[in-house]
Structures are given as C-alpha cells and as structure tokens.
C-alpha cells in the first residue's frame, strides 16, 4: 500500500534522528541536554490558565464560529492597536488552529496547483510542504549573512517568473533569528502588489525580539497577510491557537476554507488566549523575554569564542543557527556525534533546506542559563577534540 | 485582491444564511428553535473535564509527538478491542485535530492530484471540499432511498474510474442518519483492494446507533481507513480531537503530513479524551444516547404524520433528511419560510449535494423532547397552511 506521491514527497525531519538517539543514550541513563527543540521551557502563564479553566468547568465546550470568538479577534486587534498603533478591523483578523492552520489557510486562499510562491533557504521547512501539499510549488531562494538570511528587494526580483503568486517573509526566522527590514518588508510587499501576487509574512516569532522593535507588515500595507501565534511568545504551544490577519478581500474564502478544513479553532484554547493581551500576562511575558535575552547573550558570544561562525547577531526567535564548518565536513554527522560523546543534542542544517545545511547546525535556547552552560562546557570538551 | 480558485470553488453553506436570518429574528425578540445546528446539545461529561481540568492545571501544556499522546493511542486501541472485538495496533492509530484533520490527513495520504474518490450524495459536505482542496476530484454518486442513501458495490461499480483510488463511506450518515450495510462495507474494501485503491469509512457517529450494532470496517478488512471523533458521541465538540485508523503502510506518510500540517493535536483535548473511554463516561453516554433515540423515535413519526416523507428509518446520529416535496418545490424556500412564520431553523437539502436537494430538509435533533414537541406544535400550523 503506497501513500501518496503527495505525502512521499516530504522530507522527514534529521532532528527525529537526532531525537531518537537521544532517548535512546537516556534509556542508557546517559544524561542529554537538549538544544534541539523548537519549544520554549516555559509553562503557559497562571492568567491563561485560569481563563481555560473557568471556561471549561461548566462543560460548555461548544464550537465557536469558523474565524473564531469574536471577543478575542477584538482583543487581538486591540493588540496591534497598542503594540504597533495600527488599526486592524476584527473583521480582517481569523484565529486558526495554531500557526499551522493560518499558514495553511494563507496558503489555501492564495495559490492554486502550480502557483509558485518564493521564500529563503534556509527557512521553516513545513513552509515549502504545506505548498506542495496543495501542489503549487515552493521556490527556495538561497540567502546567507550577506542578507542576514532574509529575502531582500533584489533577491525577490531575481527568482520572480509569471508564476510568482506569492512571497513568504519570517521575520525573526527560524532557524537564524534574523529579522527581515522593515524598509525590506515594505518595498516587497509594494513589489508584490504591483503584480498582483501577495506577501505573506510570518510574525510568530515578533513579540520575542532582544533589540530594536520590528514593526508590523500589516503597518506597511493593507493588502499582506500576516500570520501569528499565542504558541512561542505566549507560551501555549500545546494549546495549538494561532491567528491570520488578511485583507477583506480574502476573508470570505478564509472563512470558507476553515469552516470546511477545520470547523472552529479549539475552543478551551481561545478562552484561555482571552487572557493573553491582559497586564498581568505581559508582566510574566516581559520577563520571560529579558530571560531568552540573557541566554541569547550567553550562548552567542560562547559559541564565538568556540569557533562556530556566527557573523550576524539573532535579534530574535530562540535559535543561533551556526556556521559549524569549521569542526566537521557534515554537520549532521557533527550532530550525531556531539550527541554521542558529549549528549548534547542540536539540529542539523539539512532540516531547513539545501543552502549549504551540511555547514550549518541550530541551538535552541530553550533551556534556563546553568544548563546552557553545562552545555557549552560539554561542546568546549568536544570541539576540542575535533579540532584536534 | 482574488482567492483562488481553490477557495472560490467552495460554496458557502446554505445553512449560514438561515442562520443569519434566525438571529435576526431572535434580535427582534422572536423565539426560535434551532433545529439546523449539527451539534449535539450536551455538556462535555463531567470525568473528561475533570482529566482536561488535572492536566491543565501545573501549566505543563507541551507539544505532544505529532501522532497523539501514546497513551491515548493506546486507549483508542482498547476501545476497538473492548468495543468490537478488534486488534488494532496503536501504532495504526493517529491522534487529530478533529475528524477535520483526520479527512485532511486520510485524503491527502491517498490522493494525487486528479485522482478521483467516490462518495455518496447527499453527504457531509466538507468532504468534497476535503477532495478538491488538494486538487483532488470528488465523484458524487446519486444516492436515494432505494440504498438508504449509502454507497452500494454496484453503485461503486457504476462509478469506478481508472482514476478511482478512495472510496468515502459516512455510517451513519450525515445528512440521513442511515447506516451501509456490513456486507456492503465488507464488499466494497475488497473490491478497492482488488484494484489498489482504498476504502475510507467515517465512523464519527457510530456510537449513535439505535438499532443493531454495526460493526467497524476495521473488523473486514486490514487495508481500509477509518476516521473517527471525540465530538458527537463523546460530546466533546468544541475540543477539535478525532482519530484516523489506517494501514501500517500508510502510518509513515501519515505522520509526516501531520507533522507539516498541525504538528501536534490540542494537548488539553488530548488528556481530556483520556478519560473518554471510562466507565464513569460510558454510563453518561449511554443515557445521552438513550435520550437521543427517545428524540428520534418522537420526532421521525411526528413528522411522517405531518407528511414529511421518510421512507428510509434513520438508524443512528442525529439526523433527519426528510422530503419535503408535498409542501414545497424548494425546500431552500420551504426552510426560510418556516422560520419566518413559525421560527424554526432546519438545513436545506442544497447544503447536501446535487440529488434533488430542492425536495429535502434536514432536522437534527440536538434539543430536548419538550423542544421537539413544541416545534412539532409550530410545524403542524406552518405545513397546515402551505397545504392549505
């Protein structure tokens, strides 16, 4: 029985590899650290708690409508209101089964079979299969330090064809945690409206950045879609709650396609994400944000100092994706054995596409200091065999 | 600014703007009895709130692996052995966002695009919707009476293109509340076997079944799917969690789309669901399912003395597809206008399929017996007079 030409087209993710050796060294009572996951450490905040939980007491777990709740498609307009001064009617806004949902409903609205849509390599790598899962075809533009790993102006205008419908920026990226500029932003989407396509830029990452404050896409333009997430800033991964903000002009079709994909958003979820935009949670929220800065600020020049080449500084997100060339010709090998001799655990370059991943590996400091510290103690004793 | 096609191509549910309509109603003080809603009117049992409310409570509310909690895998697997009398490996099973993700995950695991699935029309609209999202093509298949409105092997026969790779079969029903023989699930796996296409059964209202006890097409044969939900029987709706039961071969691909698309499903639904499958929760379903057979066994005769024609005795969920002809030549006409008049809100057959739509109305019987009486009560004065 045979799946799918579809599904047998998706590359599977080195870091499971990575993952299951290192469950496997734990069965052995080795001790791992783990710099692999993409997932902060963090427990969703006590005010998002409570609000899930007075919800759901009663059992009133109904479904909600398709674009969700509309007291929280207010709140989260309330919130680029306040965080960015821009007016953003609810009505423009979608809550979505986690990022995921609003990335596939961006898509869904935007592309059809053969519709090309650019983005970097090397990026999120479910960006180019939620494409090819709906048969329109990912275009990876190679982008490194030069760039700071973003999409720029002539990068875009360089891999353009009349197929183009579409430009996905994420702005911090995973892996790198490079922000995207915000004239750079601004001038694509101008690009992209000219020629009737869109730019999609994901913001997941947005309310985790350590210097400067990137403004919203949606500040530049009115005709970009945006995507966001209660998971990664607001530390409710598992709740799976994210949101997509459109122009009108595509709301119907979104909402049609989530009422048939998807029904509703879940709903103990957007109770508790009611609590989300309150001061209380942004207190817990701002610390939080001052600690990834802290290891942020530890981990980078450590690595430096190792010899990993990192020549752009990650403003954002929670990942340092690091030039490893320097220890091993392959870097999932590199990773393995790290992971062998030291238990440190990383992911290799190859899971985010095909601009030289053999040379490139991700940290993510998603564990408290004295663990990254513990960690670089590890890899010091490692790399100095390497290079030896 | 355009959506696809691919989004353009859905039409929007009738229903919504029956619905629309009864609010308005209700915001000039009218009563209406909301007879259209496919949501059953029950609380989520009080042991899954008490499992959801635990889990939730310290925070710790992560990523679960992309295929569901092991533990609730396991559960689910138990529950075919208990319920059916069927091995069924955990490792068959995959945890997900809602039947929603189930169809999505099934769909896109089988189907290529222009590879053809056959279904039943009427039928749970979504599922074409599913098809043609990923550039797939639905094959409606005229249903009627004459099959109890289910999928027949010489109907599959009719039908079969070279093309053909899945079959859907929905028992019971939605819209008709019927149940496929288990004979002709039985016959129509092996006749997709035979032809290396498979047989895709939707299982969600299987534990809403009045008479008989049909078997899970699991039991027939290793190499069909089947798709299943927390929601309708388990009352847990607004959760967004369902399952997929699917061929070893199919797993690994299953679990890279479900990686891609959602990453995981809802963790607080997840741990919730766990105590699903207890004995505590089975005592209340079983009473609630007992409420909902005294619902049908009111309303179907009620209505075939008003002059609804229901040749067909709907076995199982909480439907009532009902032709309506006597009364009307639109039964789209028919629905708006009972709500004016009397206010009570049904589905038109146009939400359906293309199968005389204008002669059927569905009744979904999700409030209580006193509510269905008194929409009995209104009924009887409206069809008086259009008869009149």
């Known amino acids: 029985m045979n799946s799918s030409r579809r599904a047998q087209g998706i590359a599977p ?8 050796r290192a469950k496997a060294l734990e069965a052995q009572g080795r001790d791992i650290i783990h710099l692999e996951v993409g997932e902060p450490d963090f427990s969703t905040p006590e005010p998002i708690l409570k ?10 777990v109904h479904y909600t409508p398709a674009l969700g709740l509309p007291e929280l498609r207010e709140e989260i307009a309330a919130f680029y209101r306040t965080r ?16 995921s949902g609003a990335l596939l409903l961006a898509l869904g609205v935007l592309l ?31 982008v490194g330090a030069e760039s700071a790993f973003q999409l720029t102006p002539p990068l875009v205008e360089r891999y353009w064809t009349e ?10 990226s995973n892996p790198t945690g490079t922000l995207a500029r915000d004239e750079d932003v601004r001038d694509i989407a101008a690009l992209c409206s ?12 947005h309310g985790l950045v350590y210097e400067g404050s990137p403004q919203t896409a949606l500040a530049h333009a009115d005709d970009v879609v945006v995507v966001n997430s209660f998971s990664k800033h607001f530390h409710m991964t598992g709740w799976r ?21 998807f029904l509703a958003p879940p709903t103990p979820a957007q109770f508790a994400a009611l609590a989300a935009f309150s001061q209380e949670t942004h207190s817990i929220l701002e610390a939080r944000r001052l600690e990834m800065k802290a290891r942020r600020d530890f981990l980078l020049p450590a690595l430096r100092e190792l010899g990993f080449s990192l020549p752009v500084t990650p403003q954002g997100a929670f990942y340092l994706y690091a030039d490893a060339s320097r220890f091993a010709a392959d870097s999932f090998v590199f990773c393995e054995q790290m992971l062998d001799e030291v238990g440190v655990a990383i992911t290799p370059g190859e899971d985010f596409g095909e601009t030289a991943p053999e040379r490139y590996v991700r940290f993510a400091y998603t564990r408290p200091l004295p663990v990254l510290q513990e960690a670089v103690a590890r890899i010091r004793n490692f790399v100095s065999g390497s290079q030896a």
């Open 163 to 172: 197929k183009t419908k579409a430009v996905l920026i994420a702005s911090p």
């Open 51 to 60: 609000a899930a939980m007075q919800a759901i007491r009663g059992g009133d």
């Open 241 to 261: 709650l994210g949101w997509l903000a459109a122009p009108v002009g595509l709301m119907e079709g979104i909402e049609r396609l989530a009422q048939n994909l």
């Open 84 to 99: 960015y001064g821009v007016e953003l009617p609810a009505a423009r806004i979608a809550v979505t089964p986690g990022a």
């Open 13 to 20: 993710f080195h870091v499971m590899d990575i993952l299951a």
């Open 112 to 142: 059809d079979a053969g519709d090309e849509i650019l983005m970097a390599d090397p990026g999120y790598p479910c960006n180019r299969h939620f494409a090819s899962f709906i048969d329109a075809v990912p275009v990876r533009v190679p």
């Open 194 to 205: 000219a020629r009737c396509a869109t730019l999609i830029v994901d913001e997941i990452y």
